[in-house]
């Protein structure tokens, strides 16, 4: 990862689990998500904000592609950190990598590929402010 990379964290409570205290596999879905919300607060883009589909102004993310490599267990109680590094943003479509970590043990990794969408769905331009921000 690199300088540029944006850290937050998440604990794993009870939801996150499986009857044996161990992450389900779609937590680390969740916590990814909250890693790219984050991401994007943090840069100063509010999604509720852009959010109405009515608006002729409406922007979204939509996840296009993800893909997960499982490396370790996450378990109960767990304080963990979700990674965030813009890897491109072009036109409509941001390339994010994504770490979940233990400390500094990748639990969890992920490649993601975003496309930005107005109210009708159909794929809009990034903002150039929002791009610069990012980059």
Do not use: C, K
Not at 7 to 24: H, L, N, Q
Not at 37 to 50: C, D, K, V, Y
Not at 66 to 85: F, G, I, K, Q, S
């Amino acid at each position: 990862m690199t300088p540029n990379t944006f850290r937050f964290p998440v604990r794993v409570y009870w939801e996150d689990t499986d009857a044996g205290g161990i992450v389900y596999h779609a937590s680390h879905i969740r916590f990814f998500e909250r890693g790219r919300t984050e991401f994007l607060r943090a840069l100063g883009f509010s999604q509720s904000l852009t959010a109405d589909r009515a608006a002729a102004d409406a922007l979204l993310f939509t996840v296009r592609r993800l893909t997960v490599d499982y490396l370790r267990p996450a378990l109960l109680d767990d304080l963990l950190t979700v990674e965030t590094e813009l890897v491109t943003a072009h036109g409509p479509r941001l390339e994010l990598r994504q770490r979940l970590l233990r400390g500094e043990e990748a639990i969890a990794t992920a490649e993601v590929l975003v496309a930005a969408v107005g109210g009708n769905g159909r794929p809009r331009r990034i903002p150039a402010e929002l791009i610069a921000r990012m980059t």
